[in-house]
């Protein structure tokens, strides 16, 4: 009796069927970035907002640059994407020592693939334009290994300083056109001069000619406040497109308390413009903007307890933007 066996082993098929289905990771559901207009979208031309986490430099903190942190910030935290801030000056920087600085940025780079979730490349340099010719070295490299990669996002110019918009813009035009050369899509994330606050000079004279640019906006919620939202408003409304891929509540100096009114305002600034952004930052540093207290086991796992005020803000931010 045929029927019999059927109805036996049609359920069990059906039961192994759903065991090996897996839910799609947050970027296979996704896909590849680009830009519409100053919104980000995925692959089906969809707004996507993404919120997540800056590592601290590598040279100074590469204990928490692992792949238990990167777990860790998916699932626990909620997080959709990680910033890799390859400190390029100061000790053990990429200028000192590139294999090392590379070999941990591939790391994290790959854990974030292995996890389904968006991952910065930052040059973080506040003088770039000085090392344009290793920034461009570098960048050919990670779009010939990672150019077709969804998941990889270029941050060119952590924080230029006090340095004219025509500098940071030609040193940026040099390595777009390099990364461009290999990987003709992937997103590309642009500083602008004062720490990357100068976004007006931007939407007064922005880069042309190339696809999936956006421009980077740095916070400090104690000391920047609604002049540099309207910097922002300005830029936006000028058709340039924003991602704040640095933001705390203390004071542009990592320290001081944290302002919860002012970074209410921002996260509803946020928020109102569908804005992505990364959360400074995993690092045990004694400061408030460093999220882990001091000591802090650098592979997890993690309670509460080991967060200061800074983690716990940016940790509840995260659960209420990545439902
Ligand atoms: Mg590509």
Known sequence: MTTG??????????????????????????????????????????????????????????????????????????????????????????????????????????????????????????????????AVAFFTDMARTYGDKPHVIYEIYNEPTVVDWKTVKAYSEAVISAIRAIDPDNLILVGSPHWSQDVHLVADDPITGFPNLMYTVHFYAGTHKTWLRERGDYALGKGIPLFITEFGACNADGNGPNNLDELS????????NRLSWCSWSIADKQETCSVLKPKTCPTGPWTLEDLKESGLIARNLLHQWNK
């Open 5 to 134: 066996k059927t109805i036996l082993i049609l359920p069990l098929f059906l039961c192994l069927f759903c065991a090996a289905r897996t839910e799609p990771d947050f970027v296979e559901g996704h896909g590849s970035l680009s830009v519409n207009g100053t919104q980000l979208v995925d692959s089906k031309n969809e707004p996507v907002v993404l919120a997540g986490m800056s590592f601290g430099w590598h040279n100074w903190w590469p204990q928490f640059w692992n792949s238990d942190v990167v777990r860790i910030m998916r699932d626990d935290w909620k997080c959709n994407i990680l910033r890799a801030a390859m400190g390029i000056e100061h000790e053990d920087g990429f200028l000192e020592d590139p294999d090392s600085s590379v070999a941990l940025v591939k790391g994290v780079v790959d854990a974030c693939i292995e996890n389904g979730i968006y991952v910065i490349i930052d040059w973080h340099d506040h003088n770039a334009h000085l090392h344009q010719d290793q």
């Open 265 to 272: 305002l921002w996260t509803d600034w946020m928020e109102r």
